[in-house]
């Protein structure tokens, strides 16, 4: 029984190991010359043939797929041709990882980019939203609110006696509940007298279903 194994056969022998492992069960003769690089199952089927004698493959005569590799094989220490196919079949998976990686890092950064964008997008939408917001209120009861006459002159009503319909707002004037809000206008647009413009204005109009 030789124990030296020539660069042929241990490439072979680590195409079987490979081939084992990524299929998850044993190869073909087929296979096994194409993953080493030979011509044809027949130089395959040779070199098997003498790995089987000496001891480092196993195999049930007749049997596809029952080329397996002995305790001998696997113990044995990889000959330098093996650790180079080895090696170079590692050295490809860890490119090809590497590729992965950073193909898969520049789409987290293409998407953390859109995510930031969409998110200042809609903040500065907010914005103009907010600007632009309806604004209701009731009329004003009093044309003066420090004067004498206290009669209101959206309903009729003196606005003393019937206080509870008759509001002070935040800036002092006093307002009449009796008929209701007017139409709502927008809280930032105006005409050139500075009236407020009826909302929905231009503005939110052309914002949309944007939120
Ligand atoms: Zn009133
Ligand atoms: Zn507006």
């Known amino acids: 029984m030789r124990t030296t194994l020539t660069a042929t056969q241990g490439t072979i022998l680590a195409a079987i190991?490979?081939?084992?492992?990524?299929q998850g069960h044993a190869p073909?003769?087929?296979?096994?010359a194409d993953r080493s690089g030979l011509s044809s199952p027949a130089t395959v089927s040779r070199h098997v043939k003498i790995l089987t004698d000496d001891g480092y493959l196993?195999?049930?005569p007749g049997i596809q797929r029952s080329i397996r590799l002995t305790e001998?094989?696997?113990?044995?220490?990889?000959?330098?041709?093996?650790?180079?196919?080895?090696?170079?079949?590692?050295?490809?998976?860890?490119?090809?990882v590497h590729d992965l990686e950073g193909k898969l890092a520049d789409?987290?950064?293409?998407?953390?980019k859109a995510r930031a964008q969409s998110r200042t997008l809609r903040a500065a939408i907010a914005r103009v939203r907010r600007l632009h917001a309806p604004h209701q209120t009731y009329p004003w009861a009093l044309p003066d609110p420090n004067g004498s006459d206290h009669t209101c002159i959206n309903c009729g009503h003196d606005t003393d006696s019937s206080a509870?319909?008759?509001?002070?707002d935040d800036r002092g004037d006093?307002?009449?509940?009796?008929?209701?809000?007017l139409p709502a206008t927008c809280a930032h647009c105006a005409d050139a007298d500075g009236n407020p413009l009826p909302w929905p204005c231009l503005t939110s109009e052309a914002l949309g279903p944007y939120a």
């Open 17 to 22: 190991r490979a081939l084992t492992a990524e």
């Open 28 to 32: 073909t003769l087929r296979e096994i």
């Open 58 to 60: 196993d195999r049930t």
């Open 72 to 96: 001998r094989a696997e113990n044995r220490a990889m000959a330098p041709s093996v650790h180079k196919a080895l090696t170079l079949s590692v050295e490809h998976a860890n490119a090809r």
């Open 107 to 112: 789409q987290r950064d293409k998407t953390r």
């Open 164 to 168: 509870d319909m008759h509001p002070r």
């Open 174 to 181: 006093v307002l009449c509940t009796a008929t209701g809000l």
